[in-house]
């Protein structure tokens, strides 16, 4: 039997916090139901994170890469979205490549602040101020997700889009505690930057998980 700590180095178990079957809530693939699996872990801090729960690792149980894609299979939709946490915390090729085998569609949602790994359908990129992103993120974000929670959000927001691929969707999310400052804003600035779309969080609006 194999030591955890190695497991989870060589990312052949992962601590999960959840896993669920659920409707995308934002981004590019809002409205579509997708199988979420939450990994346990994250170093960046955001103040107004809403999963501060995930941020100890050790709070959560190992799960080996085939409990995760057998939990998987269950569900009907074949898209799944692995977020945490920050899920690139760990080396994800064991876990996409078992999930590619069984025919799965797979999105990511990360912060970027570790170096990439892992094969996916769509990466969706949401850089956070509290710990900078790795190189490795910029040449394989499909989307770009900035969470406008401060006015120097769109500063921050054209940073990070000056270094992503021309063909990386950018989208700006008003963060949910400040919406009613921020939304107005966000529309403002997309209808003036047309290269920018809002994404909102549907999911937080339509009370579902
Ligand atoms: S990166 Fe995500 S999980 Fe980590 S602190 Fe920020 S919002 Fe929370």
Redesign the pocket.
């Known amino acids: 039997m194999k030591n955890s700590k190695i497991e989870v180095s060589e990312g052949t178990a992962l601590p999960v916090m959840e896993a669920f079957y659920t409707i995308q809530g934002e981004g590019t693939f809002s409205g579509s139901p997708s199988y979420f699996i939450r990994l346990g872990g994250?170093?960046?801090?955001?103040v107004?994170?809403?999963?501060?729960d995930?941020?100890d690792a050790a709070k959560w149980p190992l799960w080996s890469v085939d409990s995760i894609v057998s939990e998987a299979m269950k569900f009907p939709s074949r898209t799944v979205v692995i977020t945490?946490?920050?899920p690139l915390m760990y080396n994800l090729y064991p876990l996409t490549y078992a999930l590619k085998e069984n025919g799965f569609r797979i999105h990511i949602e990360t912060?970027g602040?570790h170096p990439f790994s892992g094969i996916f359908d769509w990466v969706c990129f949401?850089p956070?101020k509290?710990?900078k992103p790795h190189p490795s993120i910029y040449e394989k974000a499909d989307e770009l997700k900035v969470i406008a929670y401060h006015n120097s959000d769109f500063a921050f927001a054209e940073e990070h889009a000056s270094k992503v691929k021309p063909s990386c969707q950018k989208l700006l999310q008003p963060e949910w505690s400040k919406k009613e400052n921020m939304t107005e804003k966000v529309i403002d600035y997309v209808k003036s930057n047309p290269n920018w779309k809002i994404s909102l969080q549907t999911h937080k609006f339509m009370d579902i998980p």
């Open positions: 994250c170093d960046v801090g955001c107004w994170c809403d999963v501060k995930s941020w945490g946490g920050e912060s602040a949401s956070k509290f710990k």
